[in-house]
């Protein structure tokens, strides 16, 4: 079966454009996150959804980015008027669902990641 | 609030020997879930390895096993008969709760040396 997919898989952009990052998570996977992960350091949480419902975004970390999974499957994550500072790898996991944590069926399977640079 | 940590910034073992990757824990809740994902250059964060909180037995898979010690809230990945294709960055990671994301360690880097 398909693993996560990321498109792009690089992505340059000038200070000041919007971009769109898209995930296709396992299918039949009910919960999706985006992480972000800087140069050496592990990944941060940025967003979560269960189906179609954003249930937590918590981690994003200005109101510049906006993610959606409009029919509970794909999702795009998007960062409007990049910075410097949004130079990152975006990674998209995908699980079979959440529920109570220790009873194995929350495993998240990543996708490879898409790496943005913002010059 | 909860915590990982990975106390081995960098990590060297010789091919064909076992190697134990570090991992302590942090939470006050009673169900969480300890995971062990590898990242090699390519990128891709790759899942080895899963302890349930409420698992009796250290878990395996394949030449990869948990040492898992809850009351000292440690997790310990123990990599047998090492290959060169073990070099990576290796991260240990939890769970808890319901709906709530993976917090990551810093992770620690393994190098195998032929």
């Known amino acids: 079966g398909a693993g996560v997919s990321q498109s792009p898989r690089y992505k340059v952009a000038k200070r000041g454009q919007d971009v769109a990052l898209r995930c296709d998570p396992i299918?039949?996977?009910?919960?999706l996150f985006w992480y972000q992960q800087a140069l050496g350091q592990g990944p941060e949480f940025l967003t979560y959804f269960q189906n179609e419902a954003q249930l937590d975004k918590s981690g994003l970390p200005s109101d510049r980015f906006f993610a959606e999974r409009p029919e509970g499957s794909v999702s795009t994550l998007k960062i409007q008027r990049t910075q410097q500072e949004d130079s990152a790898v975006y990674l998209c996991?995908?699980?079979?669902?959440?529920?109570?944590?220790?009873?194995?069926?929350?495993?998240?399977?990543f996708g490879p990641g898409t790496r943005l640079l913002v010059l | 609030a909860q915590k990982i940590t990975q106390t081995q910034p960098g990590m060297f073992v010789q091919e064909k020997e076992a190697v134990t990757l570090d991992c302590t824990y942090d939470?006050?809740?009673?169900?969480?879930?300890l995971f062990w994902y590898k990242q090699p250059s390519s990128g891709e964060m790759i899942f080895l390895i899963y302890q349930g909180s409420y698992d009796e037995q250290n878990a395996t898979e394949g030449r990869y096993s948990l040492n898992f010690q809850k009351a000292r809230k440690s997790a310990n990945l123990v990599i047998s008969a090492s290959q060169l294709g073990d070099s990576a960055m290796y991260f240990c990671a939890m769970r808890v709760n319901y709906g709530q994301n993976f917090v990551f360690g810093p992770g620690t880097r393994l190098s195998v040396l032929p």
């Open positions: 996991a995908s699980s079979l669902e959440v529920g109570l944590a220790g009873v194995g069926r929350e495993t998240q399977y």
């Open positions: 299918s039949g996977h009910v919960s």
């Open positions: 939470t006050s809740d009673q169900s969480y879930g």
